[in-house]
């Protein structure tokens, strides 16, 4: 049983990345198509170098890191979370080529069509873990993908 709720959505929508991850990195998607929005790349980023920093200057080491960082990155990770809920739950088929986005739809019940990333996370993840669920389906690429969610 799921731990997100929704009420059952309706339609498809692509969820595509566009960083270096993408299933197909020279591909140009239509512009219906999404991606996972998402803080300022660069926050994290800064975040790990003040966190760095505090704990040279404090002398803890990497203690006063960990005490510094759990605090901002739980309220990013709730955020994030929340953002990929209120993004996928309107609809009823996901088709993606992110992992997170493949999880957060099935826990909200919907139907999934894969599409590996570049490097093989994905399907990596699928054949571990969720190679029996039978609301996610694979595809060789987000536009195949596509035609499977609208065939239904």
């Given amino acids: 049983q799921s731990s997100l709720h929704a009420a059952s959505g309706s339609g498809i929508i692509v969820l595509a990345r566009v960083d270096k991850e993408r299933a197909k990195p020279s591909a140009n998607y239509p512009s219906t198509w999404r991606d996972w929005e998402s803080a300022p790349r660069d926050l994290p980023e800064q975040l790990r170098r003040a966190f760095s920093l505090a704990s ?3 002398k803890l080491g ?3 890191e960990l005490a510094l960082s759990q605090p901002c990155w739980t309220p990013l990770a709730k955020a994030s979370l929340k953002r990929g809920v209120s993004l996928i739950s309107p609809y009823e088929t996901i088709v ?3 992992l997170h986005a493949v999880l957060i739809s099935r826990m909200l019940g919907r139907r999934v069509i894969a599409v590996d990333n570049n490097y093989g996370k994905v399907f990596s993840y699928l054949d ?3 190679s029996d669920d039978p609301g996610i389906k694979r595809a060789l690429d987000l536009s195949t ?3 499977l969610a609208e065939q239904g």
């Fill in 56 to 58: 040279r200057v404090s």
């Fill in 62 to 64: 990497p203690r006063a």
């Fill in 128 to 130: 571990t873990w969720l």
């Fill in 145 to 147: 993908g596509l035609e």
């Fill in 96 to 98: 993606t080529d992110r």
